[in-house]
């Protein structure tokens, strides 16, 4: 699946719920299938900074595909995470670069969070692009 087509997924999926308090709890849901990270890897470095939870991403670059794993020390954070994750896992680097991110308004999430959580999204999404931007530059 292409990253579009999986951010299209997520916003019908969430477009089932009425309300807020159900689409958080589907949140949780969505970290307690996170791909965990290897605790090897819980290390400084891969904290995402800006968050206010801790935030550990890992990447590593299969079959010319990055794979994200991660984990957080909140759940709501975590839920948010793996939204993230599961878009943009499994995919070439320069496409997660050139992806559009509108998914997450589309879903309501950046509104409905609280300011600091709403740094800490945007700084997930820069981070995860960054490591596309490493390993791109490998791959050229």
């Given at each position: 699946?292409?990253?579009?087509?999986?951010?299209?997924?997520?916003?019908?999926?969430?477009?089932?719920?009425?309300?807020?308090?159900q689409?958080?709890?589907?949140?949780?849901?969505?970290?307690?299938?996170?791909?965990?990270?290897?605790?090897?890897?819980k290390?400084?470095e891969?904290?995402?900074?800006g968050?206010?939870?801790k935030?550990?991403?890992?990447?590593?670059?299969?079959?010319?595909?990055?794979?994200?794993?991660?984990?957080?020390?909140?759940?709501?954070?975590?839920?948010i995470?793996?939204?993230?994750?599961?878009?943009?896992s499994?995919?070439?680097?320069?496409?997660?670069?050139?992806?559009?991110?509108?998914?997450i308004?589309?879903?309501?999430?950046?509104e409905?969070?609280?300011?600091?959580?709403?740094?800490?999204?945007?700084?997930?999404?820069?981070q995860?692009k960054?490591?596309?931007?490493?390993?791109?530059?490998?791959l050229?």
């Amino acid at each position: 699946m292409t990253i579009q087509e999986i951010q299209e997924n997520i916003v019908d999926e969430f477009s089932m719920f009425d309300d807020w308090m159900q689409r958080y709890e589907y949140m949780i849901e969505l970290g307690k299938s996170l791909p965990l990270i290897d605790d090897q890897y819980k290390i400084d470095e891969n904290l995402i900074k800006g968050c206010q939870s801790k935030v550990w991403v890992h990447a590593e670059l299969a079959d010319d595909k990055l794979v994200f794993t991660a984990d957080s020390d909140a759940i709501i954070t975590k839920g948010i995470i793996a939204i993230l994750v599961r878009a943009f896992s499994n995919q070439k680097p320069q496409d997660i670069i050139g992806a559009d991110t509108g998914f997450i308004d589309e879903i309501g999430l950046k509104e409905h969070l609280s300011p600091t959580r709403a740094n800490g999204l945007v700084s997930m999404i820069k981070q995860l692009k960054m490591y596309a931007v490493a390993y791109q530059t490998q791959l050229n």
